[in-house]
């Protein structure tokens, strides 16, 4: 299955959820936003939210500044 993620295609195993869709790409979970299909996901449901083929997923990573 393939899905836009932050830009980019990427082949991913179908039945993923967003939390998992981290975990496989060994991405951080903390600090991050996730938009899918231009709706930001509450963090909350991210173990249920499915993806699906053609996607488009952003991963948006916080940074702390002063």
Not at 52 to 55: L, Q, R, V
């Given at each position: 299955m393939k899905v836009?993620?932050?830009g980019e295609t990427k082949e991913v195993p179908s039945?993923?959820?967003?939390?998992?869709l981290l975990e496989h790409f060994s991405l951080p979970s903390q600090r991050v936003?996730?938009?899918l299909n231009k709706t930001v996901v509450r963090?909350?449901?991210w173990p249920?939210?499915?993806i699906?083929?053609?996607?488009v997923i952003e991963v948006?990573?916080?940074?702390?500044?002063g």
């Open positions: 836009f993620l932050n039945g993923l959820d967003l939390k998992q936003a996730i938009e963090r909350a449901d249920t939210v499915k699906s083929d053609a996607d948006i990573h916080f940074v702390g500044g």
